[in-house]
């Protein structure tokens, strides 16, 4: 038989700002039957557009400007849009990051599902239902008979993504592109999604192309990889190479993500606690509780990270500790002093000592303020300084964030974001703070540049003594930072202690699950996770999905 | 200068032609007496009498251009008037409705509360009502002048204003920005000065082009209807309705108002197409 | 009660709040004057006598609230007062205009409603072509134009030079329908051209809003045919804005025709309503003013309560 997809020399451009730019420079990739291929690196790699494009197709705003695709003896950068159209959804099939966007609002799972099979006349609607229910049952969806009927609003995140999986598989295609399928997803959730692709790529012989960004995902479930960046082929290889014996610094780098060096303090004496939160509760004005009876301190000097999946509260507690949710119950204390519940009470000295960093650089800066501006407010309006003083104190802080004077005069649409977190950084220093809340400050920059940042908090910390309550949902950080650890499910802390205490076992439960969750490099650890997960469950704890 | 003359020459065609036309427009409105060949009320000829379009015309011994209107005023001069009352009267009208619709929205949007609820639902209540039919039964209880006209459809609009600014604001409001300054412990006045205006800016000058537009052709049916300003100032929606009985006799003249209140609207909203699509950029590139 | 019926409930008691105020807006605007409404109108020269004699008619010698009642149930019992100028009853006045003027503004609905949709839909499916940019253009000018000047075109061109259409829309009882029609033909063009260019680009906005969405991208990939997606993706979801665009240009024609009525001096409301507010005729005003302002509030109820029915999240709650 045939090799299934061969690209040979793929180029493709974008419009952007008035006129034609590169995004893919000449990438070849070749995929036998039944086999599958992660692609995988930083934003900008061109490795979702590289997917679609062995659909035959370019985004509008994109156009592919030069070398074959040839499917199955077929060359789709020629081929008719009448020719593509009878090959998509039946030979080729999609599988998108966000279903949530991806389904139709209008229509039900199994209308949608039926529809590709129905209308390119491979089978009857009857015939459809019945593989939906199959395809539903062997995603491991629950009550697979009937789920069909539902509308994708009525699902959840992690359901809805398998029968987007079950749709892409509902005329046997060859090929199916999975773009950043569980990157949208909890920890745990993921898992699920992750061994419930791979166990129906398995048993249907499908060959595909996986996009993601973290390699530790796609090492789970593809037989090759390639690793992009800046739109070219950086190294291809079998999983076991690329993940034991990488020929490419580049890749060594995305390998090495995980470890950043830490410097563990030993716990000083115990008044050292500057921030004491006791017996918490709070909810968003109609009655659900998203904290509930919460205690926890940070010591000087120290990091507390605060780990949790979406709803854990985690984010809740930081808008209490900072004031912009005043607590329904529990109080706050800030060396031994209560504070008051809301922001708008408390002193500007207060105001001062905790300073906060946020997931987003590009909302947490205004894109009409200089860098200058924005760091030279925060020296102004906390330490009174003016002229020429201030100045000093601007340059003397851009110097501390690692960047050179030359960015003084820049406005943010000029920075990359891990400069915009710098900037970030730059201004909660300013204040002198003694407490800094750090939100989920590197979920949202590429693996390596968020290696960066977390190395430079380090760096301050070490220097300046202050320290951090460092709230994320990504447990290799924790590892990376922390000092000591909260775990947070539903509202509640569930466990909490020095780092060692926490990461050594026997665990929690729930930190089991959460721990062993997090992707390893190892390709056969998911099988492992798996059977570990039974285990689990066989004790009760719950996995939601 | 020197940015706007780079930014309008990389412009395209049409938003080149929507700049010239509201130049011109101006230029007539503030120069008028010095370009106006007779005064605001002079008589000149017989009705109707002599455009260019007219061979058997008599020959004025002052040149007339477009001809006399229904009692032989030049009416060159009366739309070269006309353009300073209409387009001013907007211009003010539209600066007022501004004033007072963004400094309410911009409040709502930053205190919430029961201040916002109090301010919309009222404007709420405002916008059921057609702005036309709220204005005619204003204006008959207080009767037509300049100032009634100018505040009451000011305060009309407003509305819409109000509308669109806490909306801009809102979304400003949220971001995270925002939520640092007040941490760091701003008044309310830095905020809305430092924070959300300069952000809030670029849409709000779009508004405020479509919002004259509105507000000039809103005028313009009011004066048409009789019910706006009040002969003999001249403004462009009075000259057509004055001269609106000729048209049966295939007189074109009510027709060049009429067209110049349209051509200043096209010019207006060309720019502001332009000045939209720049603001929205081309979708980003994944 | 679930979440859909809890929603249009708020909607329609919003709609009845609304009419409340306009209606003591209306019924007591007259407090807006400074100084006195019967001495505003009757001039400095009045006697004492004529000036208690007229706040007697208009009721102003009772206090606010009394008025606003009589007012309000005289309204609701089809008494709308006497007018001032002709001492008829407005009802009398009233009656037949109201009966052209919902004529004419059906008749340019019904030519304007198809018509705009479907360009729209086409503009907004065939997007940066010839066919969307001439569109795009031409709706941007007609936007620019005062209903007059679309009116007095027309009446120079089909009118006085080609003498197709009457320039003056007359009406009476011994029309037949098809004469009727003719004799509004201009009235009705000028009212749907205006109605028709904002029509057209919401609904081109709306669908191109529901084109750049992620399940369109996801059926052109299931290899759907571009007529289906457009019909069975698309336009479930551009529904909602859709008749939302109908509905707020229906209520915008409602105020459109007042204009209207005046160029072709068409025996409608809108004519009376603007007549009767330079002779300061308030009973008359009140009364026009009422009518104009409920349709406008009812149709936006209208639009307000089908966009809620027809968005499928809200119809299929959780």
């Not at chain 1, 009448?82 to 999609?94: D, M, N």
């Not at chain 1, 009857?124 to 009927?149: C, M």
């Not at chain 3, 206090?63 to 009853?89: C, E, F, K, N």
Request: aromatic letters at 8%; proline letters at 4%; charged letters at 20%.
């Amino acid at each position: 038989m045939s090799r299934l997809l061969t690209i040979k020399d793929l180029k493709i451009e974008g419009y952007q700002e008035e006129k034609w730019n590169g995004i893919v420079h000449g990438v070849s990739l070749t995929l036998e039957r039944g086999e599958v291929i992660g692609l995988i690196g930083e934003s900008g790699a061109g490795k979702s557009t590289i997917g679609i494009a062995s659909m035959g197709y370019a985004r509008p705003g994109c156009r592919i400007t030069g070398g074959s695709i040839e499917f199955d003896g077929m060359d789709l950068a020629q081929a008719s849009d009448e020719e593509l159209r009878k090959l998509r959804g039946v030979r080729i099939a999609y599988v998108a990051q966000s279903a949530a966007a991806s389904f139709n609002p209008a229509h039900t799972l199994l209308q949608q599902f039926a529809e590709t099979p129905v209308k390119h006349g491979v089978m009857t609607f009857a015939e459809a239902e019945v593989k939906a229910i199959e395809l539903y049952r062997s995603l491991d969806l629950p009550n697979p008979e009937s789920i069909g009927s539902r509308y994708p609003h009525q699902v959840s995140g992690g359901q809805l993504q398998r029968a987007m999986v079950a749709m892409a598989m509902s005329c046997d295609p060859d090929l199916i592109i999975f773009d950043e399928p569980t990157t949208a997803l909890d920890v745990t959730t993921q898992i699920e999604v992750l061994s419930s692709i791979k166990n129906a790529i398995k048993q249907h012989n499908t060959a595909a192309i996986y996009i993601t960004h973290d390699l530790a995902v796609v090492a789970q479930i593809s037989d090759r990889i390639m690793v992009l960046r800046y739109g070219n082929e950086v190294e291809t290889g079998l999983v076991g190479q690329i993940v034991q014996d990488p020929k490419e610094d580049y890749t060594r780098e995305l390998l090495s993500v995980r470890n950043v060096r830490h410097d563990t303090m030993e716990h000083s004496d115990s008044d050292s606690t500057i921030l004491e939160v006791k017996n918490i509760s709070a909810s968003y004005g109609n009655g659900v509780r998203v904290l509930n009876n919460v205690s926890t301190k940070v010591t000087k000097g120290m990091t507390v990270a605060v780990v949790g999946e979406s709803g854990s509260g985690k984010s809740t507690m930081a808008r209490v500790i900072t004031g912009l949710l005043p607590p329904e119950e529990g109080e706050i204390l800030f060396h031994g002093q209560p504070l008051s519940p809301s922001f708008k009470d408390r002193s500007l000295d207060l105001l001062q000592r905790i300073q906060m960093i946020y997931q987003m650089p590009d909302v947490a800066l205004n894109p009409r303020q200089k860098v200058k501006d924005v760091i030279g407010r925060s020296v102004e309006f906390y330490t009174g300084l003016k002229g020429e003083y201030k100045k000093a104190r601007v340059l003397e802080l851009i110097e501390k964030i690692e960047l050179s004077d030359s960015y003084l005069d820049r406005f943010p649409s000029e920075l990359s974001g891990g400069e915009k977190q710098r900037v970030c950084i730059a201004r909660a220093l300013a204040a002198e703070p003694e407490l800094i809340i750090c939100d989920e400050v590197t979920s949202a920059l590429d693996q390596l540049v968020a290696k960066e940042i977390l190395t430079l908090l380090q760096d301050l910390q070490n220097e300046l003594g202050m320290s951090y309550l460092f709230i994320t949902h990504d447990l290799a950080t924790v590892k990376a930072i922390s000092d000591d650890i909260v775990v947070m499910y539903g509202g509640e802390v569930v466990e909490q202690g020095s780092k060692t205490e926490i990461l050594t076992p026997p665990h929690h439960d729930y930190t089991d699950l959460l721990l062993s969750s997090v992707p390893e490099m190892d390709p056969n650890w998911l099988d492992g996770v798996l059977q570990h997960r039974l285990d689990l469950e066989a004790r009760g704890v719950i996995i939601h999905t | 200068m020197n940015d706007f003359w780079k930014l309008l020459k990389s412009a395209p065609f049409a938003a080149k032609l929507g700049v010239f036309i509201i130049l011109i427009n101006v230029f007539a409105a503030i120069f008028a007496p010095v370009i106006a060949p007779y005064a605001e009320t002079d008589v000149i000829g017989d009705m109707w009498d002599g455009g260019f379009w007219d061979e058997n015309a008599p020959q004025h011994s002052p040149v007339s251009l477009l001809g006399t209107d229904h009692i032989g005023r030049d009416l060159f001069t009366r739309l070269i008037y006309g353009a300073r009352n209409t387009i001013g009267i907007a211009f003010v009208t539209t600066l007022l409705s501004f004033g007072v619709g963004i400094t309410a929205g911009f409040i709502a949007a930053t205190l919430r509360g029961w201040v916002d609820q109090v301010l919309s639902r009222t404007v709420d209540v405002f916008m059921a009502i057609p702005t036309l039919i709220f204005a005619l039964m204003i204006l008959s209880v207080m009767g037509t002048s300049i100032p009634v006209l100018i505040v009451v459809i000011a305060i009309l609009d407003a509305t819409r204003v109000y509308r669109i600014s806490r909306a801009v604001a809102m979304d400003i409001e949220v971001m995270e920005y925002v939520e640092v300054a007040k941490l760091r412990g701003e008044g309310l006045w830095w905020i809305i000065r430092h924070e959300i205006l300069p952000n809030a800016l670029a849409p709000l000058v779009a508004e405020f082009g479509l919002r004259f537009c509105f507000v000039f052709l809103f005028i313009a049916a009011l004066s048409f209807l009789g019910l706006g300003l009040q002969p003999p100032t001249a403004d462009w929606g009075s000259m057509v309705r004055e001269n609106a009985s000729g048209i049966s006799y295939g007189i074109i003249v009510p027709l060049i108002p009429a067209a110049a209140i349209a051509l200043l609207t096209v010019g207006v909203n060309l720019v502001v197409d332009w000045f939209l699509h720049k603001a929205s950029g081309i979708r980003e590139i994944k | 009660m679930d979440g859909l019926t809890l929603m249009i409930l708020k909607r329609l008691a919003f709609g009845v709040v609304t009419l409340f105020v306009i209606s003591l807006i209306i019924s007591l605007g007259v407090e807006l004057l400074p100084g006195d409404l019967a001495q505003a109108m009757l001039g400095q020269s009045a006697t004492p006598e004529t000036l208690a004699a007229f706040r007697k008619e208009l009721g102003l010698d009772q206090p606010m609230y009394v008025r606003y009642l009589t007012w309000i149930t005289g309204i609701l019992q089809g008494d709308l007062g006497t007018s001032l100028a002709s001492h008829r009853p407005v009802v009398d006045l009233l009656g037949g205009r109201l009966g052209n003027t919902i004529f004419l503004a059906a008749v340019s609905a019904a030519i304007a409603v198809p018509v705009a949709v479907i360009l729209g839909m086409l503009a907004a499916l065939y997007r940066e072509s010839w066919f969307d940019k001439f569109i795009s253009m031409t709706t941007l000018s007609t936007i620019s134009f005062p209903e007059f000047f679309v009116g007095y075109i027309l009446v120079l061109f089909l009118a006085v030079e080609f003498n197709v259409f009457p320039s003056i829309a007359k009406l009476n009882s011994r029309m037949d329908f098809f004469d009727q029609l003719y004799a509004i033909s201009l009235p009705a063009i000028t009212l749907t051209l205006v109605v028709i260019a904002h029509m057209m680009r919401m609904t081109r906005a709306a669908i191109l809003n529901v084109m750049t969405s992620p399940y369109i991208e996801m059926a052109t990939l299931k290899g759907m045919t571009r007529s289906r997606i457009i019909v069975k993706h698309a336009f479930p979801n551009a529904l909602s804005p859709v008749i939302n665009v109908i509905v707020l240009n229906l209520a915008y024609l409602v105020v459109g025709v007042v204009v209207v009525e005046v160029v072709f001096v068409y025996p409608g409301l809108g004519q009376l309503l603007v007549d009767s507010v330079s002779k300061r005729d308030l009973p008359v005003v009140q009364a026009s003013v009422m009518i104009f302002a409920s349709t406008y509030v009812l149709l936006n109820l209208t639009a307000d309560v089908l966009a809620i029915i027809s968005n499928p999240k809200l119809r299929h709650p959780k």
